[in-house]
């Protein structure tokens, strides 16, 4: 693949997806390289799913406490005490031993990786570190960044980056924002001994997903002693001693030692000169690929969060599968977007995959809705007062079941298998005849025989 560049392939970022098609394309024998100004792994790795989720498991260690008197365990919970540096300090330990792997994965791939901010001097030539490299190809994989509303107070505000790294854990925190990162976060910090608040200026948090997994996980994240209020929003945010004043625009105020914005995060585009080259950046400031992740630049192409897809790792990794094969290999390959299964590590968990009851209707199904809920098994003997909620969303003339949603324990897990069944077409029928495992949770899924709807 020898020309005159000094490498086939440039990708700047070094996240999930950049790093796939860098290790992918350099397999297939392209002479690649790629630019990372902060750390290798990018946000899921370092700010994002790993490091929230292993928060997630330390916030969920007090309830495995409170659960063990009803196993026989005598654990006098009132001497429990939690060091939160320690926390983060062995969470710190563990990103770093992964930042190792990606680069001996990089490394031993043959790809040359560049430490520095890079920006483009034309459509072939990348700039990093006062260097300036070349090549055939260049990806730009550089994700996204958390956006904090322009309000008055705006420097008091952190973001899931900086939740990360906090000195310490404030009494009370105000949560602000309804997606996926503010739920997390809510939960993690009640389950950690923070008086928590989620504000949103929504009627109902999680947008976009199923109703009635939305309205079941409001139930359950208020038992977790959650002040969850909608309809809200924060007008500013102004110091007060140690702690931070919030005004509501309902004009209430809270007093709070901690507030968190996870109110979006937009396309880390800045600063690259995309626009100069022709580049064309959608309005809500993405970059505009084609189904093959081309850009308006026959060079330049993009892939990952940087170009609004679905926030997800699994789908930025296979994007680069996609994009190495269409440019080092075979030239073929397409992106299925359809049924991405997905978590949500709230506690208790939600696991989905396929339409929800409205998506399904709004596409014109008549449909069949199977739905269970009950007390997970585990929660018999302890006593305590949180339940599970299972649904299936069925076609009534093709039998195709076109949606799973869950929320309890393990939804996460439970739903990755249901994925497969439902990527490949499984009807109900199918489901109906595919034997439990008992006694488990998962097995309600092949285990509901009448429909509520």
């Given at each position: 693949?020898?020309?005159?560049?000094?490498?086939?392939?440039?990708?700047i970022?070094?996240g999930?997806?950049?790093?796939?098609?860098?290790?992918?394309?350099?397999?297939?024998?392209?002479?690649?390289?790629?630019?990372e100004s902060?750390?290798?792994?990018g946000?899921c790795?370092?700010?994002?799913?790993?490091p929230?989720?292993?928060?997630?498991?330390?916030?969920?260690?007090?309830?495995?406490?409170?659960?063990?008197?009803?196993?026989?365990?005598n654990?006098?919970?009132?001497?429990?005490t939690f060091?939160?540096?320690?926390?983060?300090?062995?969470k710190n330990?563990?990103?770093?031993?992964?930042?190792?792997?990606?680069g001996?994965?990089?490394?031993n791939a043959?790809?040359?990786?560049?430490?520095?901010?890079?920006?483009?001097s034309?459509?072939?030539?990348?700039?990093?570190?006062?260097?300036?490299y070349?090549?055939?190809?260049?990806t730009?994989a550089?994700?996204s960044w958390p956006?904090?509303?322009?309000?008055?107070g705006?420097?008091?505000?952190?973001?899931?980056?900086?939740?990360?790294?906090?000195?310490?854990l404030?009494?009370?925190?105000?949560?602000?924002?309804?997606?996926y990162?503010?739920?997390?976060?809510?939960?993690?910090?009640?389950?950690?001994?923070?008086?928590?608040?989620?504000l949103?200026?929504?009627e109902?948090?999680?947008r976009?997903?199923?109703?009635?997994?939305?309205?079941?996980?409001?139930?359950?994240?208020?038992k977790?002693g959650?002040?969850?209020?909608?309809?809200?929003?924060?007008?500013?945010?102004?110091?007060?001693?140690?702690?931070?004043?919030?005004?509501?625009?309902n004009?209430?105020?809270?007093?709070t030692?901690l507030?968190?914005?996870a109110?979006g995060?937009?396309?880390?585009?800045?600063?690259?000169?995309?626009?100069?080259?022709?580049?064309?950046?959608?309005?809500?400031?993405?970059?505009v690929?084609?189904?093959h992740?081309?850009?308006?630049?026959?060079?330049?192409?993009?892939?990952?969060?940087?170009?609004?897809t679905?926030?997800l790792?699994?789908?930025?990794?296979?994007?680069?599968?996609?994009?190495?094969?269409?440019?080092?290999?075979?030239?073929?390959?397409?992106?299925?977007?359809?049924?991405?299964p997905t978590?949500?590590?709230?506690?208790?968990?939600?696991?989905?995959?396929?339409?929800?009851?409205?998506?399904?209707?709004?596409a014109?199904?008549?449909?069949?809705?199977?739905?269970?809920?009950?007390?997970?098994?585990?929660?018999?003997?302890?006593?305590?007062?949180?339940?599970?909620?299972?649904?299936?969303?069925?076609?009534?003339?093709?039998?195709?079941?076109?949606g799973?949603?869950?929320?309890?324990?393990d939804?996460?897990?439970?739903t990755?298998?249901?994925?497969v069944?439902?990527?490949?077409g499984?009807?109900?029928?199918?489901?109906d005849?595919?034997?439990?495992?008992?006694?488990?949770?998962?097995?309600?899924f092949?285990?509901m025989?009448?429909?509520?709807?």
């Amino acid at each position: 693949m020898s020309d005159n560049h000094d490498f086939d392939l440039i990708v700047i970022g070094a996240g999930s997806g950049g790093v796939r098609l860098a290790r992918m394309s350099a397999q297939r024998g392209a002479r690649v390289a790629v630019i990372e100004s902060r750390y290798l792994g990018g946000t899921c790795v370092n700010v994002g799913c790993v490091p929230k989720k292993l928060f997630v498991y330390g916030a969920h260690v007090h309830d495995e406490l409170e659960d063990a008197a009803g196993y026989g365990w005598n654990v006098p919970t009132s001497d429990v005490t939690f060091d939160w540096p320690t926390l983060v300090a062995n969470k710190n330990a563990e990103i770093e031993r992964l930042n190792g792997i990606y680069g001996r994965m990089l490394q031993n791939a043959g790809v040359t990786i560049i430490e520095g901010t890079a920006s483009f001097s034309d459509a072939n030539t990348v700039v990093a570190g006062g260097t300036s490299y070349t090549a055939k190809h260049v990806t730009v994989a550089t994700g996204s960044w958390p956006v904090v509303p322009d309000i008055p107070g705006k420097q008091c505000v952190v973001t899931s980056n900086e939740m990360f790294y906090l000195p310490q854990l404030p009494k009370r925190a105000v949560i602000w924002g309804g997606g996926y990162i503010a739920v997390e976060f809510a939960g993690i910090l009640a389950g950690l001994g923070v008086e928590t608040t989620l504000l949103y200026r929504g009627e109902l948090f999680l947008r976009g997903f199923d109703t009635d997994i939305r309205n079941f996980t409001e139930q359950e994240m208020r038992k977790k002693g959650i002040d969850l209020r909608f309809g809200v929003n924060i007008d500013s945010v102004e110091p007060e001693g140690n702690q931070y004043r919030v005004h509501l625009n309902n004009g209430e105020t809270l007093a709070t030692g901690l507030v968190m914005a996870a109110t979006g995060r937009s396309a880390l585009v800045e600063g690259l000169g995309l626009s100069e080259l022709g580049v064309e950046l959608s309005e809500s400031g993405h970059v505009v690929v084609d189904e093959h992740f081309q850009t308006a630049v026959p060079s330049i192409s993009a892939l990952g969060d940087v170009i609004g897809t679905p926030q997800l790792t699994p789908v930025a990794l296979a994007q680069g599968m996609v994009l190495s094969r269409r440019l080092f290999g075979d030239g073929q390959g397409e992106m299925d977007y359809s049924a991405i299964p997905t978590a949500v590590f709230c506690q208790p968990n939600i696991g989905t995959v396929g339409l929800t009851e409205d998506e399904a209707r709004s596409a014109g199904h008549s449909l069949r809705i199977y739905r269970s809920e009950f007390r997970p098994m585990k929660y018999t003997l302890s006593g305590r007062d949180e339940r599970s909620l299972m649904k299936l969303v069925v076609d009534d003339e093709t039998d195709k079941v076109l949606g799973a949603h869950m929320v309890g324990p393990d939804a996460g897990e439970i739903t990755q298998g249901l994925a497969v069944a439902i990527k490949a077409g499984a009807t109900k029928a199918q489901f109906d005849s595919t034997l439990g495992i008992h006694p488990t949770s998962a097995e309600e899924f092949v285990t509901m025989r009448e429909a509520v709807v």
